[in-house]
Structures are given as C-alpha cells and as structure tokens.
C-alpha cells in the first residue's frame, strides 16, 4: 500500500506542475519544499540552471570574473536568495535565516548536473503561511509544496499556489486544533521533488544526445 501511495503521489505531482517535464535548456528551476513545525518554519529550496542560461547566471554568481565561484561569492548568493524569498505566518513577516547553502562546481552546471541547495529556517510557526519567491523571475521556472509531519498530528488545508508557483499560501494546525481538511502526506511532498528531477532530466536529455 505504502508503495501504491507513493506512485499515486508521483502522479499528483505530476499534475501540480504543469510545465515542468517542458523545462528548457534556457531556464532556472526553483523547487522549494517547506516544512513546518510547532518550533518553526523550515525551507529548502534546490536550484538547477539549464545549460544554456548557465552564462547569464555566472554574472550573478561570479562577480569577479575569475570563472570560481569563491566561498564569499557563494555566501552572497546565498543571501541574496534570503532577501528575494519571503515569508509571513499568520501575516506577520517572518525573516528566514541561512542555515546552509551548498554549491555544486561550475563544471557540473556546465554539464547540466549541478543543483545549488539552500536551508533557511526561522523560529515562527503558527497557522497560516505564506511563501512566495521573487528570485530572478525573468529566466525561472518553480515548483513549491509542503512537507507534512502525520507523526507531528500537522494537518495542512486549503493550499494555494500561483499558476507559476512561485507563491503558496495555508492553513495549518498540529493536533485537536487542526482543520478539518486534506492532509498531504510524506510520500507527496517527496514525490514533488522527484518529479522535479524528472523534469530535469528531461531537459538535460536533448542536450546529451547532441553532444554524442
């Protein structure tokens, strides 16, 4: 059953982003998944630049121009990913912090495997958030989701996304305080990230076959 969950949970997030197996060559994907919890609020976002908009995103990274990314060019664009996300918890804004960032090397992303993950967390929780993610809108793609705890007694209702998904907006409550609702479950929220690496893997897929 729990594997049946699992592949009906692919499915689902499959249909959750439409758009995403159509990522280009010439796009940034943005996935993040959010977890919340009684003690805070936790954010993981994964970025994966297409081969092609690779060079665009270098000016960003590599202020230098020594074609590194250097420890202090990481944490930059680390924190520049803090100032471009934002989010509120019962419409309180509610400043995230770096709690770790880890950067593949620029040889990967010119071979299309590299993914740049970031960890922001903060110490508010309560019952309704709002994450939305203004970071370089201009060559981005995105995909958010909540990651739910069924052992923390969390249930998550009346989610709303953005038809670009670059915001999510829901209730939420732990325990006999929680809304008669839906309740997404672990396999789903892992499933939306398998199918973001899905989706790329489908880009990177033409490319690999033209440079055979």
């Known amino acids: 059953m729990t594997m049946r969950r699992i592949a009906a949970g ?21 996935a993040t ?18 081969v092609a908009m690779l060079p665009v995103l ?3 990274l590599d202020q230098d121009r020594d074609g590194r990314i250097s ?6 664009y680390a924190n520049r990913i803090v100032r471009d996300v934002q989010l509120r918890v019962d ?9 770790e960032s880890t950067f593949p090397t620029v040889e990967a992303m010119r ?5 740049i993950r970031m960890k922001l967390r903060t110490a508010r929780s309560g019952h309704v958030l709002r994450f939305e993610n203004r970071h370089l809108p201009q060559f981005s793609v995105y995909l958010v989701n909540c990651l739910t705890a069924p052992s923390e007694g969390l249930v998550v209702a009346r ?9 999510i907006q829901f209730e939420y409550a732990f325990g006999a305080g929680a ?11 892992i499933a939306m990230l398998l199918a973001a690496r899905i989706a790329v893997l489908v880009y990177r897929a033409p490319s690999a076959r033209r440079s055979t």
Do not use: C, W
Request: cysteine-free.
């Open 10 to 30: 692919i499915l689902v997030a499959l249909t959750l982003i439409p758009g995403a197996a159509a990522h280009r060559l010439d796009e940034y994907l943005q």
């Open 111 to 115: 071979e299309g495997l590299g993914t």
């Open 179 to 189: 809304p008669p609702a839906q309740a997404p479950f672990l396999p789903l929220a």
């Open 58 to 60: 270098m000016t960003v």
């Open 33 to 50: 998944l959010i977890a919340v919890s009684p003690n805070g609020t936790d954010v993981e976002i994964q970025l994966t630049p297409g």
């Open 159 to 167: 989610q709303e996304r953005d038809p670009l998904q670059k915001s």
């Open 91 to 99: 419409g309180v804004l509610a400043p995230l912090s770096l709690i």
């Open 71 to 76: 420890p202090a060019e990481q944490l930059a």
